[in-house]
């Protein structure tokens, strides 16, 4: 079945320090591939995605790549606010049968020093 | 546009009883969905809808039950609590299955069995 395997939290770095958040999936076919972001106390929100191998998604700063070869999609930003400070979810949504669910890794929590 | 709203935020109940947590949206989507949040565990789905009348299972959907009776409106239900029941409950809901299809999540209900 589908799967995401993203790295072990907590990430602690200082501010304008540079992000990397590594991902993996196992997956049939072309899935769909997304980031999706936690801030305290409240529900998930889209962060970026990428649709297809080699397509890069990008919002607020952060970026990731879909990249086929190395089944990865890691996120990735040149310099982190305190702000930036969240739960970081990896998912995938497949591309035959079940492509109606979301699969997530498991969360890496990143906590921004000023 | 309130979009994915939850209700309760917050809930208390004692093992062995029964409620109801609610999930609005207000977006016309057709998918809409229940995962519940562990620690450490990501979130993973515990059942979900693909239209108005229609109801499937997830990956996780011992204990509960969900019914659909209005497009907008996605109501999970526990019929008799236990402490493994512990958890906070997210709504998510997206226009279609197909795989490049964002969900909107809902704030989350954090759910105490005592």
């Known amino acids: 079945g589908n799967s995401v395997t993203q790295m072990e939290g907590p990430v602690t770095l200082s501010e304008e320090a540079f992000l990397t958040i590594n991902c993996t999936y196992t997956?049939?076919?072309?899935?769909?591939l997304f980031w999706y972001v936690q801030y305290p106390g409240e529900g998930l929100q889209l962060l970026l995605k990428?649709?297809?191998?080699?397509d890069k998604g990008s919002n607020k700063g952060f970026e990731a790549t879909y990249r086929k070869e190395t089944t990865s999609f890691h996120l990735e930003k040149g310099s982190v606010q305190v702000s930036d400070s969240a739960v970081y979810f990896c998912?995938?949504?497949?591309?035959?049968?079940?492509?109606?669910?979301?699969?997530f890794g498991k969360g890496t929590k990143l906590t921004v020093n000023p | 546009n309130a979009g994915v709203t939850q209700t309760p935020k917050f809930r208390v109940l004692k093992t062995g009883q029964s409620m109801t947590l609610l999930c609005a949206q207000d977006?016309?989507?057709?998918?809409m969905y229940w995962y519940r949040q562990d620690p450490g565990m990501g979130l993973r789905l515990i059942h979900y809808?693909?239209?108005?009348?229609?109801?499937a299972k997830g990956e996780v959907p011992d204990g509960y039950n969900v019914s659909r009776l209005k497009k907008q409106n996605f109501l999970l239900g526990l019929e008799s609590a236990a402490p493994s029941q512990t958890s906070v409950y997210f709504c998510?809901?997206?226009?279609?299955?197909?795989?490049?299809?964002?969900?909107?999540f809902g704030p989350g209900t954090r759910l105490l069995v005592l």
């Open positions: 998510a809901s997206s226009y279609t299955g197909q795989r490049q299809e964002t969900q909107y």
């Open positions: 977006m016309n989507h057709e998918y």
């Open positions: 997956a049939t076919g072309y899935p769909s």
């Open positions: 990428a649709t297809k191998a080699d």
């Open positions: 998912a995938l949504r497949g591309s035959r049968g079940g492509s109606e669910k979301l699969v």
């Open positions: 809808s693909v239209g108005e009348g229609t109801t």
